[in-house]
């Protein structure tokens, strides 16, 4: 098998669910009481997928918009980015479709995306239609997932599908790349890396055996933490605040 690092963003205005989704993926935890992400929040991820090891590097940004000039910093050398909104407040979808704007206007490679819209389980709230997020999404040739949070639907899809278009844009860089590259090229040794810069002011520090342990540094002296010591995929705790 062969190891694929790759850098994720999870963006939208507050209270969509960002952290939600990502605590559930992550953590196979929901909670009604989240607090707002101050900065960024970081955690590694990792599975087992078409004879690759892929690590997600997930990078959970704060939605309110007095840390906005600080997003760059995060969604910098991503190879993805989750763009989240909420089904029932259609101002979330346009604020999503911003994100999606300043990403082509400042990341300059042609990053891959998926538009996320969360809390299908308040359908009889809706104000976007599946049909108007869908089309938005094939505009701007992204994946398209609706998700719960709170019922752990679609969640799971939404990292899959993501994590196949990164595997799918890594083998075709491959069958692109030069001789010499190829020669150069970390994939001699079995490991691949996309993106290997974690960013300004952050840390990661792995495990000892099959447990990870996962670090957050905010720029400036707010700091979080969250540790997990149970491999990926089983349930974990959490002890961040």
């Not at 150069?184 to 960013?199: E, F, M, Y």
Request: proline share 3%; glycine share 8%; hydrophobic share 35%.
């Amino acid at each position: 098998m062969q190891n694929l690092d790759t850098k994720v963003v999870c963006l939208g205005t507050q209270g969509v669910g960002k952290t939600s989704i990502v605590m559930r993926y992550v953590g196979k935890m929901f909670s009604n009481n989240v607090n707002p992400t101050i900065g960024a929040s970081f955690f590694t991820f990792r599975m087992n997928i078409e004879n690759y090891r892929v690590q997600l590097q997930l990078w959970d940004t704060a939605g309110q918009e007095r840390f906005r000039s600080m997003a760059p910093m995060y969604y910098r050398n991503a190879n993805a980015a989750l763009v989240v909104y909420d089904i029932t407040e259609a101002n979330s979808l346009d604020l999503a479709k911003d994100w999606v704007k300043e990403l082509q206007q400042n990341v300059e490679h042609n990053i891959a995306m998926c538009l996320i819209g969360n809390k299908s389980d308040l359908d009889e709230h809706r104000q976007v239609t599946t049909e108007e997020g869908k089309e938005y999404a094939d505009s701007i040739n992204a994946i398209f997932v609706e998700t719960s949070a709170k019922e752990n639907t679609g969640v799971k899809e939404a990292f899959l599908q993501i994590t196949q278009e990164l595997i799918k844009r890594h083998k075709h860089k491959l069958t692109t790349m030069s001789p010499d590259s190829a020669l150069s090229n970390p994939a001699k040794q079995g490991v691949i890396s996309l993106d290997n810069r974690i960013g300004p002011g952050h840390l990661r520090q792995r495990g000892q055996g099959n447990g990870d342990t996962y670090i957050t540094q905010i720029p400036g002296d707010m700091s979080q933490s969250a540790r997990y010591d149970t491999p990926p995929g089983r349930e974990k705790s959490c002890c961040s605040s």
